[in-house]
């Protein structure tokens, strides 16, 4: 069986996951044991659907994070959308037209992760041209990964412990397989596990700040994600040795313009 068979498999199962999940084919199980469960088959899928001679060593941490931790938040996300948008049946059609898209969003999502994850593979070994475009479709499916993620943090209104404990939980992972693409190591270095490790806790220790916040869950996930994008991108510039005073001050000036747009887009008075 070809890679390009196996992935569809994969992406089939995950779609077959989500469908289950919520549209009440699996209501006889509770939410919870339904999440575990979805994590599980992700996580199984996507190592079977990647694995090959070359895959071995570091490679059955890092490459399976991306796929399964983006169906997990996709699957997450999809009962915060909406049932309609508006009153009557035009606004049930444009909720229901929604949901479709956004559910084909998380398929395509998934597995463009396969394939991204299937290029660190291989590039891991051996030099391929597709590794470039590998990085950017990776990080695109990270950003989406930790938007959705945030976004479901958010929405549960929890208290700021709970906020940075989950948040950490969240970016390290994402942070670390971002991290790793980059020089692709067979053995995880100590500046991918540092780095990795000191984003995650920035971005915790932002979203403990943000709980005290009267901000919305929409825009607490916004400003986290583009702190997010903005470490993310630092570091692998960075590792890259791309960085330079330029693109500092490009980040520096998008945090500015973010921190300033969420401060004055928050409800003080609330």
């Given at each position: 069986m070809s890679k390009r068979q196996r992935f569809l498999?994969?992406?089939?199962?995950?779609?077959?996951?989500?469908?289950?999940?919520?549209?009440?084919?699996?209501?006889?199980?509770q939410w919870r044991f339904r999440v575990i469960i979805f994590f599980i088959t992700s996580l199984c899928v996507s190592i079977w659907a990647i694995r090959d001679e070359d895959f071995n060593g570091v490679e059955w941490l890092t490459l399976p994070i991306l796929p399964t931790t983006f169906s997990l938040c996709g699957l997450l996300v999809f009962p915060l959308?909406?049932?309609?948008?508006?009153?009557?049946?035009?606004?049930?059609?444009?909720?229901?037209?929604?949901?479709?898209?956004?559910?084909?969003?998380?398929?395509?999502?998934?597995?463009?992760?396969?394939?991204?994850?299937?290029?660190?593979?291989?590039?891991?070994?051996?030099?391929?041209?597709?590794?470039?475009?590998?990085?950017?479709?990776?990080?695109?499916?990270?950003?989406?990964?930790?938007?959705?993620?945030?976004?479901?943090?958010?929405?549960l209104h929890l208290s700021s412990l709970l906020n940075f404990l989950l948040v950490f939980i969240l970016c390290l992972p994402l942070m670390f397989q971002a991290i790793w693409s980059i020089s692709l190591e067979s053995k995880v270095g100590e500046s991918t596990r540092n780095y990795s490790l000191i984003c995650a806790i920035i971005l915790a220790q932002i979203a403990w700040v943000l709980s005290f916040w009267p901000v919305g869950s929409s825009i607490l996930a916004l400003f986290l994600t583009a702190i997010f994008y903005e470490l993310i991108g630092i570091v692998q510039f960075h590792l890259g040795e791309k960085l330079n005073s330029k693109i500092v001050r490009e980040f520096v000036l998008v945090a500015i313009i973010i921190f300033f747009l969420t401060f004055f887009t928050t409800q003080w008075g609330a």
């Open positions: 498999i994969a992406t089939l199962v995950i779609f077959a996951g989500i469908i289950l999940s919520r549209l009440g084919l699996g209501q006889f199980i959308i909406p049932l309609s948008f508006g009153e009557g049946d035009s606004g049930l059609l444009l909720g229901t037209a929604f949901r479709i898209l956004f559910l084909a969003l998380i398929i395509v999502g998934y597995y463009a992760s396969l394939l991204t994850s299937n290029i660190y593979n291989v590039a891991a070994v051996r030099t391929i041209q597709l590794l470039r475009v590998a990085h950017s479709i990776g990080f695109l499916v990270t950003i989406a990964t930790a938007l959705f993620g945030f976004l479901v943090i958010g929405s």
